[in-house]
């Protein structure tokens, strides 16, 4: 084929298209290089944004799961606020103020438990030790005896 083109084809213009042909491959180079290049950064931007679209999703997820947990918490509260309304109802005691004793009237039953006390502690001071009880009933002495007789 060469010795074809040599003949058909002069010296000189062979170089020139040898030299045409060699550029031309150079330039597809380049440009195969440049293709590739622009793959790789296609690639990785293609990455970013699928790992940032994963993490939305994920974040989406989670959110939605908190909103979730969220309303099952209020739910829970509210059953919780009417089972202690019901227990406040249930445990609630109606009172009529005229039934009730008046602050004077709470006094006056107070100074008689204590009166009642005293007198139940004076009592078992008695009972215990007859000597000491100023009020009990004495022997008289026996000046006192020869005196009255």
Known sequence: MA??????YG????LELIYNMRKENLELRERCE????QVLDIR?????QLDNARRDYENRIEELRMQGAAKDLQI?????????????RLTSVDIDLPDMPTDEE???LADEEARQREEAK????????PKQDPTQDRKPDSKQEAKAQ
Request: charge should be positive; hydrophobic fraction near 30%; avoid cysteine.
């Open 44 to 48: 990785q931007q293609t990455e970013k």
């Open 106 to 108: 709470i006094e006056q």
């Open 3 to 8: 010795k074809n083109m040599l003949k058909s």
């Open 122 to 129: 004076d009592k078992q001071n008695k009972k215990q030790d």
């Open 11 to 14: 010296r000189f213009e062979l």
């Open 34 to 37: 440049a293709a590739e290049r």
């Open 76 to 88: 829970r509260m509210k059953k919780i606020e009417e089972q202690l309304r019901l227990m406040q």
